[in-house]
Every structure is written in C-alpha cells, then in structure tokens.
C-alpha cells in the first residue's frame, strides 16, 4: 500500500473515532449505559494502540485445546520459543516473539505481556526491521477462568487474529459463537488456520476445508483467509508465514483493525438505538398544542370578561347620560379577576385554579403534541422524546397563569369613537330636555289661562314633540367604530364590533403568550431531543 492510500486509511479511521465518539455522548441518556462504557472502552483502546509503536504489528495466536497452536506458533516463529511454556510464572500469561525490539517495551507493557523473547531473524518472514509480535496465547476453551479472561482481553487488543483450529472441533459452537461471529467485521485482520491436517486423509482435506469456509461465511466471515497446515508435518506453514508478513510490511493492520472496532462498537450502537427519524414538531402540532393549553388556562373566560369589560365602559362612558350612572355599580370582569391594568398588580390574578379536568387536558394536550413529535422515533428515543416533553408539564399551570397575568390585554385603553358619542348623547338628552320644557311652559302657560302661542310643526308634528322623540331615539342608540346598534325589542345586541374586535386582539396576545409557556417548557425540550437524534443517526453513519 503506498503512502497516499495509507495517509487517507488513517484520516478515515480519525474521522470513524471522532464520528464514534459523537455518537456516544449524543446517546447519553438514551441507550443504556451498559452499551456506552462498551463503546467508550472501544474509543479508549484506539487511543492507546494509535500512542503506541505504529512500526509494530502484534498478531495473537489464538485456539482451543489440543489444537497445536503452540506447535503452529513454534514452526512460524521458526524457533522452539513455546517450549518456555514450563518456565512461565503461570500458563495464563502470553509469550511474546519479537522481531525488531525498539519501540516494542512499551506496547508490550500496555498489552500486559511479560514474558518476551527476542527472536532471531527468520529469512523471507522477519528480521528486526519487520517489526513484528507474535503472541502464543492461552487456550479459549481452558478450564481455568484467568486463562479465558487473558484470552477475551487479547481478542480485543491484537492487531492481527490468528484462529487456529483443528479437524475435530473446527466447527465447535463456542469458539464460533463466542468469537468468530462477534468478530464478523473484523476479516481484514483475521486468519484462519486448520491445523494438524497430516490427521485427515488426503481426500478429506479440501471437502473439511470447504465446510470450514461455509461455517465462516454464515459467522459473517466470509471473505476471510483460510489457509490448511501440519505443523507436524511442517506444510503449510509458508503460506502463514506469507499472510503474517504481508500484514506486517503493510503496515495497515493497526488501522484496520480499530476501524473494524469503530464498525463493530456502530453497529453495537444502532442495534440498541434502532432505527429511524423522528417525525418533529410541525407548525400545526405547535398551533393544535398552544390551543389545548390556551383552554386549559381558561383564555376563553378572560376573552369574555375583557369584552364585557370594553361594553361596560363604552356604556359607562358614551351611554344615555340619564342612565349610565347605573354602570358603576356592576362590578368590573377584569378588577374581578384582577387583571386589569389600573393599579393592580397582575401577578395576583384571580383566575379559577386549575382543577382536574384543566390538569387532565394539560397532560392530554403534552401528551398528544410527544406522540407526534416522536413518530418514526426508535424506542429509546420515543421515550427520551416523550420525557422531554413531561418534564416541564408540572411547572405548566404556574407558568400558564403567570403568562396571562404578564400580558397586557389593553384594557386601559379607550376609543375613539367614546367622546364622539358622548357628545351626542349630551346633545340628545339636552334636545329631549328643551323638548321636555318647551312642551312644559305651553302647558303652564295654558293652566294659567294665558295666550299660548302657536308651536312650529315639521311636516305636521310639533317641534317639541320631535325634539323628544328624536333625542330619546339618538340617546338610546350606542354605537361602536362607526356603526349604530339601535335597541331590538328592548336589549342591546350582545357583543358590538369593537368589543368583538377588542376580545379577538386580546385573544391573540394571550395565544402568543401561551405559545411562548408551550415552546419554552414543551416544545424546545422536544425538538432539542428531535435534533440529537438526527445528529446521531448522521454520527452513527460517519462511523459505520
């Protein structure tokens, strides 16, 4: 591999460890825990390796009792090295042949191997420029559980997997359920040898060899090197010697090996993730949420009283001046719920408490607007979603009232129109009035026998008597932003344009403000959600 395509292999393998670790700490909180400390010992580990010497290749030796591995081991090496075996403090530690001692003390110590062999040059395989470690490992299926567990940490530190396996248990279920199939994704870096093949006759060595490759395809592994061997008999072992070197000069294996890490801690990651994207929160889900809210906070009952409020002080102050006194004895619908602006103090309003059926359609509408949110969402992340969305429900009601309370409904503010009408209803009472008195010296003047003197009609009616009907008919006709409702069979029309006007801009100031309760305490929380989840299926991808 030349330099180019190994410079752009390990920029891929930092941005796989970067894209890794994004969607590990994206995850948090989501996934179980368990999951991510795998993930991270996954990260930690390629930190380490990619410290340590990258002009070494360490490749373990690995299989089950009776397999020959050592005697495979011994006949690559090209030297007796496993036949320290007795002189080892315990059978549970590996042994090392090393080719090319500088720079190999520290990667040997953070692998744990104490017993190190400096091997001498073996012509056409390694010599110290190689820069090679072969590691004879304990055996996976030992009885002893310090040996197993060397094995299982080994599996996970080792640049190169030599699997050395024999005619007999070649297709054991613990050595390919517990270690091959895991391993699926790490091919480019394992070998596969079917050792003591001088126990087979000769035309039952291709047909076992064919078996042993259609069980690794079905662990996934099927593109894997498969390579026979007797160390016995001394065949086979060039052609290991010759998959060891060409992984060793290539320098790659280091890469390889924790970029099939990366692959494996994703697809780790997406098995307890799932699948999918969250549907998010639409404009009509936020609109359908800000009204359910704006209910439950009773916006309707404060709607009403600001457009009773407007009819009663339009009356109280462009209404019949004969009568409009009367107003001031009905009490104010908003100084009763203590929101009006005139020197009370909002943040004490007086609106009904939320009771159950306003808390249970709190719930419902929080409820409803999750659901939408997290549609598509993998189950995790529903309920990730689903929290987010509950957390800020207990704080709702007190927000809610706070919101209505801190809005300014404009009910101090007067119209136009008022003073207009409250002159004309001052010139109606007065006309009625020189009506009334007109009429009352012509009948004083007739009680007393005097000269009464003729009255001016219009088209045949008396003045006086026009004078009062018009201004009685003027001074029980209020109006409201240019148009005259006029008494129907005795009762004022319930809501006139400019309260109806004056309800409908109060309505959207306090729809506004519960929005604002609705997206800081709901839907923020839900979309931050939405968003990490997006941004760790896009991480997810990265590393996979």
């Not at 997997?161 to 359920?177: G, M």
């Not at 199939?181 to 070998?191: D, I, K």
Request: proline share 6%; glycine share 10%; net charge positive.
């Amino acid at each position: 591999m030349n330099r180019h395509a190994a410079a752009r292999e390990a920029s891929a393998l930092h941005r796989g460890l970067e894209a890794l670790n994004d969607a590990r700490e994206l995850s948090a909180g989501a996934l179980p825990q368990e999951v991510l400390d795998e993930v991270l010992q996954v990260l930690d580990r390629a930190g380490s390796r990619r410290s340590l010497s990258a002009d070494h290749t360490v490749v373990g030796f690995f299989g089950a009792t009776g397999s020959g591995k050592s005697s495979l081991f011994n006949a690559v090496s090209g030297a007796e090295i496993a036949t320290a075996a007795a002189r080892r403090p315990t059978t549970s530690e590996p042994l090392a042949g090393i080719w090319g001692a500088d720079g190999s003390a520290e990667l040997l110590d953070w692998l744990e191997v104490r017993n190190r062999h400096h091997a001498a040059p073996v012509p056409g395989f390694a010599d110290e420029g190689t820069g090679l470690i072969l590691l004879d490992l304990p055996d996976f299926d030992s009885t002893r559980s310090a040996n197993r567990e060397t094995v299982q940490r080994m599996v996970g530190l080792v640049d190169v997997l030599v699997w050395v396996l024999d005619p007999q248990k070649y297709a054991d279920a613990a050595v390919h359920n517990d270690f091959l199939a895991p391993l699926a994704s790490h091919g480019a870096v394992t070998l596969v040898v079917l050792n003591q093949l001088d126990r087979l006759p000769h035309h039952e060595v291709r047909p076992v060899l064919d078996s042993l490759r259609g069980i690794l395809a079905r662990d996934g592994l099927g593109q894997v090197q498969v390579l026979g061997a007797s160390a016995v008999v001394g065949t086979g072992g060039d052609k290991v010697r010759a998959a060891i070197r060409q992984a060793a000069m290539q320098r790659q294996a280091v890469s390889r090996r924790l970029a099939a890490d990366v692959t494996r801690a994703a697809a780790r990651l997406a098995e307890a993730s799932g699948a999918g994207e969250a549907a998010g929160a639409s404009a009509a889900h936020k609109s359908r949420l800000a009204e359910e809210l704006a209910a439950a906070a009773n916006v309707p009952l404060v709607v009403d009283a600001v457009v009773h409020s407007y009819r009663q002080e339009a009356t109280r102050r462009a209404g019949w001046p004969a009568t409009r006194w009367l107003v001031r004895f009905r009490p104010d619908p908003l100084r009763r719920l203590n929101l009006h602006r005139d020197g009370a103090r909002p943040e004490l309003n007086l609106l009904p408490p939320a009771g159950a059926p306003e808390r249970a359609r709190t719930d419902a509408a929080v409820r409803e607007f999750a659901e939408a949110a997290s549609a598509g969402a993998p189950g995790p992340w529903r309920a990730v979603i689903r929290g987010a969305a509950r957390e800020g429900r207990g704080r709702l009601p007190d927000a809610l009232d706070q919101a209505i309370a801190a809005t300014d409904l404009k009910a101090g503010r007067t119209s136009w129109w008022w003073a207009v009408f409250n002159v004309i209803q001052w010139l109606a009472l007065l006309t009625a009035l020189g009506g009334f008195g007109w009429l009352g010296v012509l009948a004083a003047l007739g009680y007393l026998q005097l000269p009464v003197p003729e009255v001016p009609r219009v088209q045949g009616w008396p003045i006086p008597t026009v004078m009062i009907a018009g201004g009685s008919a003027v001074g029980h006709c209020p109006g409201g932003r240019g148009e005259v409702h006029c008494r129907r069979r005795g009762t004022l029309p319930r809501h006139a344009p400019a309260a109806r006007s004056r309800g409908a801009a109060a309505r959207k100031r306090l729809k506004s403000a519960i929005a604002g309760v609705a997206a800081e305490l709901v839907v923020e929380p839900v979309e931050l959600e939405v968003s990490r989840l997006e941004s760790f299926n896009r991480a997810l991808a990265a590393a996979r």
